[in-house]
Nanobody, 117 residues
Framework: QVQLVESGRGLVQPGGSLRLSCAASRNIVSINAMGWYRQAPEKERELVARITNGGSTNYADSVKGRFTISRDNAKNTVYLQMNSLKSEDTAVYYC???????????WGQGTQVTVSS
């Protein structure tokens, strides 16, 4: 079992920045991959960024060059730094922990990010 607690929700103007945090209840080195997903109204949940316990990262094309995922193993926390925010980034952002064996996915409660002037 992994409990995930997100923080950093907020309202920001277009072009602004925001950092989301996800604190895990266990050592994240033991978690194969941690990621951020988002879901906008009337849209499906989509992967935003993911980082493996080996440090490999991948991003959705829509956020490449603007968002950065990172991890602090000592704090069991994963971050999503979001820069140059656009209105289309408005969504509920969810933290995810993915285990390969046995296969399992754990989710945080979600945090609202609104980009609006």
């Amino acid at each position: 079992q992994v409990q995930l607690v997100e923080s950093g929700r907020g309202l920001v103007q277009p072009g602004g920045s925001l950092r989301l945090s996800c604190a895990a209840s266990r050592n994240i080195v033991s978690i194969n991959a941690m990621g951020w997903y988002r879901q906008a109204p009337e849209k499906e949940r989509e992967l935003v960024a993911r980082i493996t316990n080996g440090g490999s990262t991948n991003y959705a094309d829509s956020v490449k060059g603007r968002f950065t995922i990172s991890r602090d193993n000592a704090k069991n926390t994963v971050y999503l730094q979001m820069n140059s925010l656009k209105s289309e980034d408005t969504a509920v952002y969810y933290c995810n922990a993915h285990l390969w064996a046995p296969r399992a996915d754990y989710w945080g409660q979600g945090t609202q990010v609104t980009v609006s002037s």
